[in-house]
Nanobody, 123 residues
Framework: QVQLVESGGGLVQAGDSLRLSCAAS????????TGWFRQAPGKERELVAA???????YYEDSVKGRFAIARDNAKNTVYLQMNSLKLEDTAVYYC?????????????????WGQGTQVTVSS
C-alpha cells in the first residue's frame, strides 16, 4: 500500500522561506515521477513542481527561481523548498506520486496523493 505523508506547512510572512516534505512508503520515489500541487480558495488544483524518476525537473512559471523540488533517495522523501514566499502562494499543498517514470504534468497522471498541508503567507 502506497502512502504519502506531508509535513512542513505553516504560517509565514511574505519573503520568508518554508520547506515541505513528502515521505513515501510502499513506492520508491526514484522509480516514479513526483509532483507538488497546490489549491487556493476558489481555484483549481495546479501543478507547482515535479521531478521525474531520473531527476528531470519542471516548475510552473510563477514559482521559477523561488521554489526548488528535490529528492533524497536514501530517505525516500521529496521536498519542496519555497523561498521568497508571496501572498499568492497561500494554498493547500499536496504531494502526489505517478506510476510514470518521466515527468508528469497532469492530475490524471498521478495515482497517489498526500492529505495536503496548509501554507499561509501573510503580509
Amino acid at each position: 500500500q502506497v502512502q504519502l505523508v506531508e509535513s512542513g506547512g505553516g504560517l509565514v510572512q511574505a519573503g520568508d522561506s518554508l520547506r515541505l516534505s513528502c515521505a513515501a512508503s510502499g513506492r520508491t520515489f526514484s522509480n516514479h515521477a513526483t509532483g507538488w500541487f497546490r489549491q487556493a480558495p476558489g481555484k483549481e488544483r495546479e501543478l507547482v513542481a515535479a521531478i521525474s524518476g531520473g531527476g528531470s525537473l519542471y516548475y510552473e512559471d510563477s514559482v521559477k527561481g523561488r521554489f526548488a523540488i528535490a529528492r533524497d533517495n536514501a530517505k525516500n522523501t521529496v521536498y519542496l523548498q519555497m523561498n521568497s514566499l508571496k501572498l499568492e502562494d497561500t494554498a493547500v499543498y499536496y504531494c502526489a506520486s505517478s506510476p510514470a517514470y518521466h515527468i508528469a504534468t497532469l492530475r490524471s497522471e498521478y495515482d497517489y496523493w498526500g492529505q495536503g498541508t496548509q501554507v499561509t503567507v501573510s503580509s
